[in-house]
C-alpha cells in the first residue's frame, strides 16, 4: 500500500453486508480510518465509526462524508429479490445521490461495487472482457437493470475534479454471505438440489471474498487525476473459472449434502421459470409468490460465464491474493453449523 495512505478517511456505504464488512476489515489492517454508513448495523467494532442511514437521504449522508478521502459504494438491496420499486430507488436514485452528495461535501473518489451481470443477458460469455462487452441490452432481472444505470452513473460522473471507478466482482463467496452457501444449503434441505440444469459442463467465475476486497482496496489507491482507472469498469475474478456443478458440488459435499445428479434441460427448466415468472407478476395484485427458480437463476446455473482481469492486472497490479481452493477452505470452516449432520439443540424454555 503507498505509504500516504495511512490514516485516510474512508466511507463504506453497506458497510454492514457481507462484502462491506470484509471491506473494513482489510482496510483497518491496512491503515486506513475507516467510517461506515448502513441502513442497519449489524456487528461493532470500536475503531469503526458508524453512521445508520439511508443512503437515499442527502440529510443522512452529509455527516458520513465530511473530510473522507473515498467513498467505497457496496450497498444494494438484495440481489435475488424482485422488488422494482426499490431496486431503482437505492440503486439508482440513491447512487445518483451519493455522487451529488460527493460532488457538494468536496469528496473526490468514488469506488462503486458494481457486478459482471451488467454484460449478461443469458448467453455464454467466456473470458468476457470490459472493452469488448456492451451492457445487457435485454437485462434478465430489475437487479441488473439497476446496477447497469447504477454503473453508467458513476463513470459519467468522472471528471478532472471527482475520480471514479466501478469494480465488477461475480459470484462472490466467503464467510458471512447470507446468499450463496445459505441458500443452496436451504435448497438442500428441501430436496431441491439433486438436479444438474443442462449437461453440467459450463464453466463460472466464483469469486473469493479477500479477492474482491483486494481489488476494491488497489482501484481505491490508484484512484487519481490522469490514472487510467478513472472513469472506467474492472471485472475482479479468481481467474480460476470451474464448472457451475463442481463447484456446487464442493459446496454441499463440503457441507455433508449429496451432490447433485439428476440432469434436467436447460431450455425446459428456462421456459417454465420464464412462465412462473409471468404467472407470478399476473398475479401480484392478490398474493407475493417468490419462485425458487427465476430465468436469472437458471441462466446463471447453466450458461457459461467467466471472465478476464487482464485489465485489472494491467492498470492496477490485480491478481488473486487467494486460490479458490483456500476461498473455499475458509467457507466452508465458516459454515459448518449450516452443516447436513450438526445437531442443533432447541432449549425450550417454559
Ligand atoms: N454477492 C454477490 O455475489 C455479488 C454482489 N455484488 C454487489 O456487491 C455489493 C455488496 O453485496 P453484498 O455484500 O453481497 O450485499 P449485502 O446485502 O450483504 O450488503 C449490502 C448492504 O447494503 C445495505 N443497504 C441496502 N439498502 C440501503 C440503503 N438504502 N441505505 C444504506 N444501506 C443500504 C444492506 O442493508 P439490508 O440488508 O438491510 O438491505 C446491506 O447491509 C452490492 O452492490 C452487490 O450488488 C456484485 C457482484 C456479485
Ligand atoms: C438454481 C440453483 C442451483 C442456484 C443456487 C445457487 C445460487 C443461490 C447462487 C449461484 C450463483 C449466484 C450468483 C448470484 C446470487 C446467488 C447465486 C444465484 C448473483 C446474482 C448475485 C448478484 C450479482 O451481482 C451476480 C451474482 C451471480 C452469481
Known sequence: MAASMKGRKCLVIGGCGF??????????????SVQVFDIRSTFEDSRIKFFIGDLCKKEDLKPALEGVYCVF???????????????????????????????????????????????????????????????ASKPLDYYTETKILQEKAVLAANSDDFYTVAIRPHGIFGPKDLQLVPIAVDMAKKGK????????KNVVDFTYVGNVVHGHILAAENLNLGSPICGKAYHITNAE???????????????????????????????????MQF??????????????LTPMKVALAGT?????????KQDMGYKPIYTLDQGLKLTLESYRHLGKNVITRVIKIT
Open 279 to 292: 404467472v407470478a407478476w399476473l398475479l401480484s395484485p392478490f398474493i407475493t409468490i417468490t419462485p425458487s
Open 73 to 135: 459504494h457496496c450497498a444494494s438491496p438484495a440481489p435475488l429479490s424482485n422488488n422494482k420499486t426499490l431496486f431503482y430507488k437505492v440503486n439508482y436514485e440513491g447512487t445518483k445521490n451519493i455522487i451529488e452528495t460527493c460532488q457538494e461535501v468536496g469528496v473526490k473518489r468514488l469506488v462503486l461495487t458494481s457486478s459482471a451481470s451488467v454484460v449478461y443477458e443469458g448467453k455464454g460469455i467466456r473470458n468476457g472482457k470490459e472493452e469488448e462487452l456492451p451492457y
Open 193 to 200: 438440489m439433486k438436479y444438474i440444469i443442462g449437461d453440467g
Open 19 to 32: 462484502l462491506g464488512q470484509h471491506l473494513c476489515e482489510a482496510l483497518l489492517e491496512k491503515g486506513w
Open 241 to 275: 473459472p470451474i464448472f457451475f456443478w463442481t463447484f456446487m458440488t464442493r459446496i454441499l459435499t463440503g457441507l455433508d449434502y449429496p451432490a447433485p445428479r439428476i440432469h434436467l434441460p436447460y431450455t425446459l427448466l428456462y421456459i417454465l421459470a420464464v412462465i
Open 304 to 312: 457459461d460465464h467467466f471472465y478476464s482481469s487482464e485489465r485489472a
